[in-house]
């Protein structure tokens, strides 16, 4: 795998249908401050489905979910463990796909699953909430041309909208 050679993702990449870049993110490679990893699994959060933060409409909160795509939306949750999302679709229309898993591209080849070790071993913290994604040296999605055969299910750890099955799990490279 040559990352030298791999492009960034561009913001028509995120300005799509939530449930198309959720599953179009399996095998791209997420960057932050030089760290690299595979994505391995997603899962989709928009418009009034009930899960989602922005379910009830703009706040403070998730005012970056009814923003420009191509943003990394983060946040606490249990008050311990951040989860990085990406906020995708048109300006106005709240989305954004979680991160929850990558394996690393490092001599370690660890598989981080779940959104808080993601983050956690990145060092992603509130402070990358808000970054823009295309413009960004430090926080990033590289294509790397890999495609993935994935698994759908629910969604993890939420107590509604169980009947969607917006979560996208990759299975096979």
Not at 117 to 139: A, H, M, P, W
Request: proline content about 3%.
């Amino acid at each position: 795998m040559n990352i030298a050679k791999a492009k960034r993702l561009k913001r028509s990449f995120f300005n799509r249908p939530t449930l198309q870049v959720a599953e179009a993110l399996l095998g791209k490679v997420v960057v932050f401050n030089g760290q690299y990893g595979i994505i391995t699994e997603t899962e989709a959060y928009f418009g009034d489905d009930p899960a989602s933060h922005a379910a009830k409409g703009e706040t403070p909160r998730t005012k970056l979910m009814f923003g420009e795509a191509g943003h990394a939306y983060v946040y606490l949750i249990y008050g311990m463990y951040y989860c990085l999302n990406f906020v995708t679709e048109k300006k106005g229309f709240p989305a954004a796909v979680l991160i929850r898993g990558v394996q690393l591209l490092d001599k370690t080849n660890v598989h981080l699953n779940g959104p808080g070790k993601l983050c956690r071993y990145f060092g992603i913290t509130k402070e990358q909430n808000g970054v823009d994604i295309i413009e960004s040296k430090d926080l990033y999605v590289l294509d790397i041309k890999k495609t993935c055969k994935f698994s759908v299910s629910p969604r993890i750890g939420i107590k509604v909208g169980l009947d969607k099955h917006w979560r996208f799990l990759a299975i096979e490279s």
